[in-house]
């Protein structure tokens, strides 16, 4: 095998590496050799212990589940059973950080487009504003979703619910996440589409509030406006809201 020589804290993460060392083999996502690839992640985190990273204990942690999911690959499996491909979860993960990575890069493209513009100074607007009633695409949401899903990424600090993915899966209930939503909106009438998701709520929680507000919007239970001024979406009950 290549030799390889890589330098962890280049990377944003142990997800970042493992897409790189897919990328470098030139394999698809959904079909990871992870016999090999996991051979080689062990070989670029060896020493791990001895850095000085932030979060090692993230690497560490992907680690171990590849080494699962290569024992599971290399038991023997039985014909009969049709078994769902272990890699399956760990590929929908690294689906999701690629689109991550791949928007916040062309994001960083235009981060100083406007260095060196000129503005004019404010003026006072003497006219009455008329009442906001734009109508927003799914795609705003997903958008403004993504971008606090990203964040949370970047800062979380490694969970201990992480480990379990070694034994199973965390289970959240979207429907759970409705009544979430309905309990905060009882509380206040309107509210800010990043506060609902909590500083400790885990990815499947993020990802289960996401889906339960998607399908309460589709059901004329709430809706959700765009603050240009707080540049938010704010989440309130609609106002000819579904009974049922």
């Given amino acids: 095998?290549?030799?390889?020589?890589?330098?962890?804290?280049?990377?944003?993460?142990?997800?970042?590496?493992?897409?790189?060392?897919?990328?470098?083999?030139?394999?698809?996502?959904?079909?990871?050799?992870?016999?090999?690839?996991?051979?080689?992640?062990?070989?670029?985190?060896?020493?791990?212990?001895?850095?000085?990273?932030?979060?090692?204990?993230?690497?560490?942690?992907?680690?171990?589940?590849?080494?699962?999911?290569?024992?599971?690959?290399?038991?023997?499996?039985?014909?009969?059973?049709?078994?769902?491909?272990?890699?399956?979860?760990?590929?929908?993960?690294?689906?999701?950080?690629?689109?991550?990575?791949?928007?916040?890069?062309?994001?960083?493209k235009s981060e100083f487009s406007s260095k060196y513009m000129v503005f004019r100074e404010e003026e006072d607007i003497k006219f009455p504003i008329p009442e906001y009633n734009i109508d927003h695409t799914i795609d705003e949401l997903i958008d403004a979703f993504d971008m606090i899903f990203a964040r949370r990424i970047r800062r979380a600090k490694p969970e201990k619910r992480a480990f379990y993915g070694i034994v199973g899966r965390e289970l959240v209930s979207v429907d759970d996440m409705v009544v979430k939503i309905e309990n905060v909106l009882q509380a206040k009438r309107k509210v800010e589409f990043s506060s609902l998701f909590r500083p400790d709520d885990s990815r499947p929680e993020m990802i289960a509030t996401f889906m339960a507000l998607l399908e309460m919007i589709k059901l004329n239970q709430i809706r959700a406006d765009y603050d240009e001024k707080k540049k938010e979406f704010i989440i309130s009950e609609h106002k000819n809201k579904a009974k049922g």
């Fill in 1 to 108: 095998m290549e030799e390889m020589k890589y330098k962890l804290e280049s990377f944003e993460g142990p997800l970042d590496l493992l897409l790189t060392l897919i990328k470098k083999n030139k394999v698809s996502i959904w079909d990871i050799p992870i016999v090999e690839i996991t051979d080689q992640y062990l070989e670029a985190i060896e020493g791990i212990e001895k850095t000085m990273l932030d979060n090692t204990g993230e690497f560490i942690i992907l680690a171990s589940q590849l080494l699962y999911i290569k024992s599971k690959m290399l038991l023997p499996k039985d014909e009969e059973e049709d078994e769902e491909d272990p890699r399956e979860e760990l590929a929908q993960r690294l689906y999701e950080y690629k689109k991550i990575k791949e928007a916040s890069q062309e994001m960083r």
